[in-house]
């Protein structure tokens, strides 16, 4: 069976603090797929990475990086200098590398509140 | 550029009444999804559809029926609502091609059942 695990429910910071969001996940299969996905006020949630198994190199876009670490099972999502606009719940997702559609196993989500 | 619609964003039922979540998406996507949300529990899948004609059971289908009739539409039906089901209810929409896979959602459906 797969499952994610967000283990940080709520985080609160000061716009340009550096924050970072934790995601372990668990499955059996070689090759799968992660993804991050960002849930803002407005409630639709919005792609932000996908990375697959074999590619472990970090990914860097703007003031986002995600750092994947298969050893540790670990897909961690570091924010930059954070800013009011990222405030939102923040979920990472698993998906196998079976059959032809989507289908994602979500976190829990960590609602990240960044306040002036 | 309306992406993935869905109707209604709001409803309110009493146990034991019907209704039909309706999905729409203009992307030509091959793919589409329903999920709910619940506090604490993240997204679960409910039903998906590879294509136009075809639906299969996610991962809590029980008391949910879906239709894909028309390629762009995805149709969510409770037959005898129940408080168990009150959640908020996302439709998604992906493309076949694996390097774009990633899901576009719609903005929810808030369904309360009392």
């Known amino acids: 069976a797969q499952k994610v695990t967000q283990a940080q429910t709520e985080i609160s910071v000061v716009e340009k603090e550096d924050v970072t969001l934790d995601c372990v996940y668990e499955?059996?299969?070689?090759?799968?797929?992660l993804f991050w996905y960002k849930q803002p006020p407005s409630g639709e949630l919005v792609f932000l990475i996908r990375?697959?198994?074999?590619?472990?190199q970090n990914e860097i876009s703007g003031r986002y990086s995600w750092n994947f670490q298969k050893s540790t099972s670990s897909f961690n999502f570091t924010i930059t200098a954070s800013q009011v606009v990222d405030s939102a719940v923040y979920f990472c997702?698993?998906?196998?590398?079976?059959?032809?559609?989507?289908?994602?196993?979500f976190g829990t989500g960590t609602r990240l509140q960044v306040t002036l | 550029n309306a992406g993935v619609t869905q109707t209604p964003k709001f409803r309110v039922l009493k146990t034991g009444q019907s209704m039909t979540l309706l999905c729409a998406q203009d992307?030509?996507?091959?793919?589409m999804y329903w999920y709910r949300q619940d506090p604490g529990m993240g997204l679960r899948l409910i039903h998906y559809?590879?294509?136009?004609?075809?639906?299969a059971k996610g991962e809590v289908p029980d008391g949910y029926n879906v239709s894909r009739l028309k390629k762009q539409n995805f149709l969510l039906g409770l037959e005898s609502a129940a408080p168990s089901q009150t959640s908020v209810y996302f439709c998604?929409?992906?493309?076949?091609?694996?390097?774009?896979?990633?899901?576009?959602f719609g903005s929810g459906t808030q369904l309360s059942v009392l």
């Open positions: 992307m030509n996507h091959e793919y």
């Open positions: 997702a698993l998906r196998r590398d079976t059959g032809t559609a989507s289908k994602l196993t």
């Open positions: 998604a929409s992906s493309s076949r091609t694996v390097k774009s896979e990633k899901l576009f």
């Open positions: 499955t059996r299969d070689t090759t799968y797929y």
């Open positions: 559809s590879v294509g136009e004609g075809t639906t």
């Open positions: 990375r697959n198994s074999f590619d472990e």
